[in-house]
Protein backbone atom coordinates (compact mmCIF):
# COMPACT_ATOMS: atom_id res chain seq x y z
CA UNK A 1 0.00 0.00 0.00
CA UNK A 2 1.52 3.52 -0.81
CA UNK A 3 0.54 5.98 1.79
CA UNK A 4 0.04 9.81 1.58
CA UNK A 5 2.80 12.09 1.93
CA UNK A 6 3.23 12.34 5.70
CA UNK A 7 3.45 16.17 6.50
CA UNK A 8 7.04 16.78 8.51
CA UNK A 9 6.47 19.71 11.10
CA UNK A 10 10.07 21.83 11.77
CA UNK A 11 9.68 22.24 15.11
CA UNK A 12 7.14 20.68 18.37
CA UNK A 13 4.76 23.59 18.00
CA UNK A 14 4.09 22.73 14.55
CA UNK A 15 3.40 19.68 15.43
CA UNK A 16 1.45 20.22 18.40
CA UNK A 17 -0.75 22.06 16.57
CA UNK A 18 -1.16 19.53 13.66
CA UNK A 19 -1.37 16.81 16.45
CA UNK A 20 -5.07 18.70 17.72
CA UNK A 21 -6.03 19.14 14.50
CA UNK A 22 -6.01 15.53 13.80
CA UNK A 23 -7.59 14.49 16.85
CA UNK A 24 -10.63 16.20 15.55
CA UNK A 25 -10.71 13.70 12.81
CA UNK A 26 -10.70 10.92 15.07
CA UNK A 27 -14.14 9.06 14.77
CA UNK A 28 -15.07 6.65 17.65
CA UNK A 29 -17.59 4.50 16.23
CA UNK A 30 -17.24 1.29 13.92
CA UNK A 31 -16.71 -2.65 14.31
CA UNK A 32 -14.37 -4.76 13.61
CA UNK A 33 -16.31 -7.92 13.40
CA UNK A 34 -15.46 -9.92 9.79
CA UNK A 35 -11.75 -8.10 9.61
CA UNK A 36 -9.42 -11.14 9.15
CA UNK A 37 -5.98 -9.17 7.91
CA UNK A 38 -4.61 -6.61 10.13
CA UNK A 39 -1.59 -4.98 10.26
CA UNK A 40 0.24 -5.34 13.38
CA UNK A 41 2.91 -2.22 14.06
CA UNK A 42 6.20 -2.49 16.43
CA UNK A 43 9.26 0.11 16.16
CA UNK A 44 12.59 0.06 18.48
CA UNK A 45 15.71 2.01 18.37
CA UNK A 46 18.84 2.83 19.93
CA UNK A 47 20.61 5.89 20.04
CA UNK A 48 23.51 6.29 17.04
CA UNK A 49 21.23 3.29 15.15
CA UNK A 50 18.30 3.98 12.27
CA UNK A 51 14.84 3.63 14.12
CA UNK A 52 13.17 0.14 12.98
CA UNK A 53 9.59 -0.40 12.13
CA UNK A 54 7.90 -3.52 11.44
CA UNK A 55 4.53 -4.00 9.75
CA UNK A 56 3.65 -7.57 10.43
CA UNK A 57 0.68 -9.00 8.11
CA UNK A 58 -1.57 -11.27 10.26
CA UNK A 59 -4.88 -13.26 9.03
CA UNK A 60 -6.99 -13.81 12.31
CA UNK A 61 -7.39 -17.46 10.35
CA UNK A 62 -4.03 -18.97 9.27
CA UNK A 63 -2.20 -16.32 11.56
CA UNK A 64 1.25 -14.29 10.42
CA UNK A 65 1.79 -13.79 6.65
CA UNK A 66 4.17 -11.26 5.92
CA UNK A 67 6.50 -9.48 7.39
CA UNK A 68 7.86 -5.94 6.10
CA UNK A 69 10.67 -3.93 7.86
CA UNK A 70 11.97 -0.50 7.42
CA UNK A 71 14.51 1.52 8.86
CA UNK A 72 14.82 5.54 9.33
CA UNK A 73 18.38 7.16 10.07
CA UNK A 74 18.53 8.53 13.05
CA UNK A 75 19.11 12.31 11.53
CA UNK A 76 16.23 12.27 9.84
CA UNK A 77 13.49 11.80 13.21
CA UNK A 78 11.59 14.08 14.27
CA UNK A 79 12.98 15.16 17.95
CA UNK A 80 11.89 13.16 20.56
CA UNK A 81 9.05 14.82 22.69
CA UNK A 82 6.87 12.95 24.96
CA UNK A 83 3.42 13.04 23.58
CA UNK A 84 4.99 13.61 20.00
CA UNK A 85 6.21 10.21 19.48
CA UNK A 86 3.86 9.49 16.87
CA UNK A 87 5.54 12.11 14.52
CA UNK A 88 9.12 10.12 15.10
CA UNK A 89 7.86 6.69 14.32
CA UNK A 90 4.89 7.15 11.82
CA UNK A 91 7.04 7.68 8.65
CA UNK A 92 9.00 4.50 9.17
CA UNK A 93 5.64 2.54 10.05
CA UNK A 94 4.05 3.67 6.69
CA UNK A 95 7.37 2.89 4.68
CA UNK A 96 7.18 -0.73 6.04
CA UNK A 97 3.39 -0.95 5.62
CA UNK A 98 3.92 0.47 1.53
CA UNK A 99 5.91 -2.60 1.71
CA UNK A 100 3.31 -5.07 2.59
CA UNK A 101 2.12 -7.02 -0.49
CA UNK A 102 -1.54 -6.46 0.14
CA UNK A 103 -3.13 -3.82 2.27
CA UNK A 104 -4.59 -4.71 5.56
CA UNK A 105 -7.84 -4.55 6.89
CA UNK A 106 -7.22 -2.53 10.11
CA UNK A 107 -4.22 -1.46 12.18
CA UNK A 108 -2.97 -2.88 15.83
CA UNK A 109 -0.29 -0.24 17.09
CA UNK A 110 2.06 -0.81 19.96
CA UNK A 111 1.13 2.36 21.73
CA UNK A 112 -2.09 4.36 22.12
CA UNK A 113 -5.10 5.15 20.63
CA UNK A 114 -7.01 8.18 21.85
CA UNK A 115 -5.95 7.28 25.38
CA UNK A 116 -3.56 10.06 24.68
CA UNK A 117 -2.83 13.93 26.18
CA UNK A 118 -4.14 14.94 22.96
CA UNK A 119 -6.29 12.05 21.62
CA UNK A 120 -3.77 11.14 19.20
CA UNK A 121 -1.26 8.61 19.87
CA UNK A 122 0.60 6.36 17.28
CA UNK A 123 -2.64 4.51 16.60
CA UNK A 124 -5.06 7.15 15.98
CA UNK A 125 -2.29 9.15 14.01
CA UNK A 126 -1.83 6.21 11.31
CA UNK A 127 -5.13 5.59 11.30
CA UNK A 128 -6.30 9.19 10.16
CA UNK A 129 -3.40 9.41 7.92
CA UNK A 130 -4.51 6.21 6.57
CA UNK A 131 -8.36 6.35 6.65
CA UNK A 132 -8.29 2.94 8.35
CA UNK A 133 -9.58 1.27 11.41
CA UNK A 134 -6.88 1.06 14.22
CA UNK A 135 -6.09 0.06 17.81
CA UNK A 136 -3.91 0.74 20.14
CA UNK A 137 -2.45 -1.62 22.58
CA UNK A 138 -0.11 0.20 24.98
CA UNK A 139 2.09 -1.41 27.68
CA UNK A 140 1.45 1.63 30.21
CA UNK A 141 -1.13 4.29 31.03
CA UNK A 142 -0.79 7.90 29.37
CA UNK A 143 -3.70 9.94 29.89
CA UNK A 144 -5.56 8.97 32.98
CA UNK A 145 -7.88 12.12 32.68
CA UNK A 146 -11.28 10.98 33.86
CA UNK A 147 -13.09 10.37 30.04
CA UNK A 148 -13.67 6.92 28.87
CA UNK A 149 -10.86 6.43 26.49
CA UNK A 150 -10.09 2.88 26.69
CA UNK A 151 -9.83 -0.53 29.20
CA UNK A 152 -7.22 -1.84 31.36
CA UNK A 153 -7.01 -4.76 29.77
CA UNK A 154 -4.90 -8.39 31.68
CA UNK A 155 -4.59 -10.48 28.55
CA UNK A 156 -3.45 -13.63 31.05
CA UNK A 157 -3.39 -14.46 34.95
CA UNK A 158 -0.32 -13.13 36.26
CA UNK A 159 1.04 -10.61 33.63
CA UNK A 160 0.49 -6.91 33.67
CA UNK A 161 -2.50 -5.37 32.23
CA UNK A 162 -2.15 -3.74 29.13
CA UNK A 163 -4.05 -0.35 27.75
CA UNK A 164 -6.58 -0.93 25.01
CA UNK A 165 -7.82 1.95 23.48
CA UNK A 166 -9.88 2.83 19.93
CA UNK A 167 -7.21 4.36 17.19
CA UNK A 168 -10.18 5.21 14.47
CA UNK A 169 -13.11 3.92 13.23
CA UNK A 170 -13.48 1.76 16.13
CA UNK A 171 -15.82 1.57 18.77
CA UNK A 172 -14.60 2.22 22.76
CA UNK A 173 -16.13 -1.06 23.31
CA UNK A 174 -15.49 -3.01 19.73
CA UNK A 175 -11.73 -2.11 20.32
CA UNK A 176 -11.73 -3.84 23.54
CA UNK A 177 -13.50 -6.81 22.25
CA UNK A 178 -11.53 -7.20 19.05
CA UNK A 179 -8.39 -7.13 21.01
CA UNK A 180 -10.11 -9.99 23.25
CA UNK A 181 -10.57 -12.21 20.30
CA UNK A 182 -7.04 -12.04 18.97
CA UNK A 183 -4.52 -15.11 19.63
CA UNK A 184 -2.53 -15.19 22.81
CA UNK A 185 -0.21 -17.21 24.02
CA UNK A 186 1.51 -14.35 26.44
CA UNK A 187 0.93 -11.23 27.61
CA UNK A 188 0.81 -9.14 24.11
CA UNK A 189 -1.83 -10.20 21.52
CA UNK A 190 0.33 -12.70 19.22
CA UNK A 191 0.28 -10.43 16.50
CA UNK A 192 1.73 -7.94 17.96
CA UNK A 193 4.47 -10.45 19.84
CA UNK A 194 5.76 -11.45 16.84
CA UNK A 195 6.25 -7.90 15.26
CA UNK A 196 8.19 -6.90 18.96
CA UNK A 197 10.33 -9.79 18.19
CA UNK A 198 10.78 -9.23 14.36
CA UNK A 199 11.91 -5.51 15.13
CA UNK A 200 14.36 -6.67 18.51
CA UNK A 201 15.90 -8.78 15.65
CA UNK A 202 15.91 -5.74 12.89
CA UNK A 203 17.78 -3.91 15.38
CA UNK A 204 20.39 -6.44 16.58
CA UNK A 205 20.72 -7.34 13.13
CA UNK A 206 22.42 -3.39 12.89
CA UNK A 207 24.78 -3.68 15.41
Known amino acids: ?12 EEALALQRALAKKVRLAGSL ?13 KR ?20 ATALLPEEALFPYVPGL ?3 REAPAYLEALAALPEAPEAL ?9 PRGLGIASHLGVHLDLPSVGVAKRL ?10 VYRSRTGVKPL ?13 LRFVRRLPTRFRLPEPLRLAHLEAGRALKALD
Do not use: C, T
Open 142 to 151: LAPDGRPLGY
Open 108 to 116: LGDGQGVAH
Open 33 to 45: EGVRRIAALDASH
Open 163 to 175: YVSPGHRVGLEEA
Open 85 to 87: LSF
Open 1 to 12: MRPPPFPKPAHP
Open 48 to 67: GRPLVAVALLYDLEKGPLHV
